[in-house]
């Protein structure tokens, strides 16, 4: 009989610790909308009154993970864009070319995110890729003028992770065992950046190497490294060099964009996790009206001509 009850007794705590470990479904966005930085329309595109675009790649890749997207237009006001970060759950800063519009929209959100984390905790996630990733170094460093030319336009490669990655919340214990083989091993990672940051400058940089941490490096096409993936040491802030959208969704034939399972696989990984840094922001427009004035679904993409541009598809904005 005692140890019947003590069974019982057992059960009955078990029950309980399995009961409190059980998800609370009120702490996680299960709509996350991310917001993607449109940017300036290059002139050489011949697009007349298409005055900035989105790529379509940016679109899907965020799609595929279950979250919805709003193209955050430039040339827009303060309140509109205040408005914005109120209601999304985190952003994403696209590649590209600089423009002054892009580095001015994208401080906003960026100083919006660190002062929300430093003042009521909350997370707003922000994920640089490529002109993202360079934009992010800029604006902590408060300055255009720390990178340097680099051959890196249209080839793919390896990463080598360093020190920081194995504690990292990107590339730590979250990241599955075949992802990270990929990542070290094979030319997963697609490079489409004229600039680089060296791995020397970032680590005598004070205010660089102490806000983020250098996750991993990567060879140019000169075999010279440059930083390729961080995050911020305590903010929700995140960048890559490298385009983890491209494998999946641009089909240009002639350039080295990989599309084996591996590199696929390697752009889900990247893009889940995105989205789950976004599902603990709980933003929400004040109506479902309201929102869906600025959900990409009222847009149409327009296939491209291949000869002017890599994207197979770009969403074109008449500001």
Not at 33 to 59: C, D, E, F, H
Not at 268 to 286: K, P
């Amino acid at each position: 009989m005692v140890i019947r009850l003590l069974l019982l007794l057992i059960l009955a705590i078990a029950q309980i610790n399995g009961d409190n470990k059980k998800k609370d479904l009120t702490t996680e966005n299960t709509r996350p909308i991310i917001g993607i930085l449109t940017q300036p329309t290059p002139t050489v595109w011949l697009k007349p009154n298409r005055t900035t675009y989105l790529a379509a790649s940016y679109v899907k890749y965020i799609e595929a993970t279950g979250a919805q997207v709003v193209p955050i237009r430039m040339y827009q006001t303060t309140d509109y864009y205040l408005h914005l970060f109120n209601s999304l759950n985190g952003v994403l800063f696209p590649g590209g070319d600089l423009t002054d519009e892009y580095l001015f929209v994208a401080k906003l959100f960026y100083m919006w995110s660190l002062k929300d984390f430093d003042e009521i905790q909350k997370s707003f996630p922000v994920w640089g890729t490529c002109l993202g990733f360079e934009v992010l170094l800029m604006l902590t460093r408060s300055s255009t003028d720390i990178l340097e030319p680099c051959q890196g336009y249209d080839y793919a490669t390896e990463l080598t992770f360093m020190p920081n990655a194995n504690d990292s919340r990107l590339l730590g214990t979250s990241l599955p065992l075949n992802v990270k083989y990929a990542l070290e091993n094979e030319p997963t990672t697609s490079n489409y950046h004229n600039f680089c940051m060296r791995p020397e400058n970032f680590s005598a940089d004070p205010i660089l190497s102490t806000f983020y941490k250098m996750l991993t490096i990567s060879p140019d096409l000169e075999r010279r490294t440059f930083v390729s993936t961080i995050e911020s040491r305590r903010y929700p802030v995140f960048g890559v060099q490298w385009h983890p959208e491209k494998n999946a969704f641009e089909w240009r034939v002639n350039t080295t964009i990989p599309h084996t399972k591996d590199s696929v696989d390697v752009m889900q990984y990247m893009a889940n996790f995105l989205n789950n840094q976004t599902r603990q922001n709980m933003n929400h427009f004040d109506s479902l009206e309201d929102e869906l004035k600025y959900l990409i679904y009222q847009y149409t993409p327009e296939f491209t001509d291949l000869d002017k541009t890599h994207f197979q598809q770009i969403y074109y904005f008449y500001e």
